[in-house]
């Protein structure tokens, strides 16, 4: 079941630049996507989502762009800081409003590296 | 911010023996999911369980699993005759209505020997 791809296992970004973060997806039925960060031995934590009628969503350093067309999600983090060294979860859902977006599909992350 | 509360952290048990791994979710969400993550790979879905019953449940979780809310706080995910490739990690989530967003508890690492 690769209904949600990350293909990139692992991105090393200098400090204060750019990290670029892909994803891609094939059911064209998800229409709610999120992004979930995971340290070592703890819990995803949530980061950032966007809803299908948008394109893009912001939140401090954090962007999310989403091309339906493409199927493609990206997250960019401006500007890298050594502590966004995790791995990053993007996740997607076909929004059955009945069970409140009850089955999140997940890539299978990135593991981002933020070098000082 | 509120949490999601997994226990044991670490639980190790014998291949055939049954487990109860338990989660205590956010206090006032009504929407409640097990995912597992087996070491090297992504994180799958396992159940979601909403208004005391199953809502979905994927291939995975077959007869062997089962889950319960016991109480008005408590979720639990029950392993029968635990195999060898059970070991992972389990994370419990809990979600409020309308909000897509999903709060994981740190997990319990599961490792059958």
């Known amino acids: 079941d690769q209904q949600v791809k990350q293909n990139s296992p692992s991105l090393s970004v200098q400090e204060g630049r750019i990290s670029i973060l892909n994803c891609d997806y094939t059911?064209?039925?998800?229409?709610?996507f999120l992004w979930y960060k995971k340290y070592p031995a703890e819990g995803p934590t949530f980061l950032i989502s966007i809803s299908s009628i948008k394109d893009k969503n912001e939140d401090g350093r954090f962007t999310v762009f989403l091309n339906k067309s493409a199927k493609h999600l990206s997250l960019h983090i401006v500007p890298s800081q050594p502590g966004d060294s995790a791995v990053y979860f993007c996740?997607?859902?076909?929004?059955?409003?009945?069970?409140?977006?009850?089955?999140?599909?997940f890539g299978s992350g990135t593991k981002l590296n933020v070098k000082p | 911010e509120p949490e999601v509360t997994q226990t044991p952290s670490h639980q190790v048990t014998q291949m055939g023996q049954e487990v109860i791994l338990r989660c205590v979710p956010i206090s006032n969400h009504l929407y409640f999911y097990w995912y597992r993550q087996i070491l090297g790979q992504k994180v799958e879905f396992l159940v979601s369980?909403?208004?005391?019953?199953?809502?979905?449940k994927s291939e995975i979780f077959d007869d062997q699993f089962s889950v319960e809310r016991p109480d008005g706080s408590n979720f639990t995910l029950k392993i029968r005759s635990t195999k060898l490739e059970d070991s992972a990690m389990y994370f419990c989530?809990?979600?409020?209505?309308?909000?897509?967003?999903?709060?994981f508890g740190q997990g319990t690492r599961l490792t059958v020997v």
């Open positions: 989530a809990s979600s409020a209505p309308m909000t897509g967003r999903a709060f």
């Open positions: 369980f909403y208004n005391n019953e199953i809502s979905e």
């Open positions: 059911n064209s039925m998800f229409d709610y």
């Open positions: 996740a997607a859902s076909a929004g059955d409003r009945r069970y409140n977006f009850n089955k999140f599909y």
